[in-house]
């Protein structure tokens, strides 16, 4: 137990009140809509899939260039 503020309070009742605090904090986020995440989510999958492609091209020009100079 510890002494806090002139009150006792208990690990129980500091993780009770972290937890209501957690969804007070929850509850006043602005969540993206639906629409929102698929086009954001499809536009992170394209550009990761860009990425991909330039960096296996790079790979395959590299290692064809040092193939043909060694």
């Given amino acids: 137990?510890?002494?806090r503020f002139g009150r006792t309070t208990t690990?129980?009742?500091?993780n009770f009140r972290f937890f209501?605090?957690?969804i007070g904090e929850l509850r006043r986020?602005?969540?993206p809509?639906?629409?929102e995440t698929f086009?954001?989510?499809l536009m992170v999958l394209v550009v990761a899939a860009?990425?991909?492609v330039v960096l296996g091209v790079a790979d395959l020009v590299f290692g064809w260039?040092?193939?043909t100079i060694l």
Avoid at 11 to 14: E, L, Y
């Fill in 11 to 14: 690990r129980r009742s500091i």
């Fill in 29 to 31: 986020v602005t969540w």
């Fill in 65 to 67: 260039v040092f193939d």
């Fill in 1 to 3: 137990m510890q002494q």
């Fill in 50 to 52: 860009i990425l991909g």
């Fill in 39 to 41: 086009r954001l989510t």
């Fill in 33 to 35: 809509t639906t629409n």
């Fill in 20 to 22: 209501g605090e957690v």
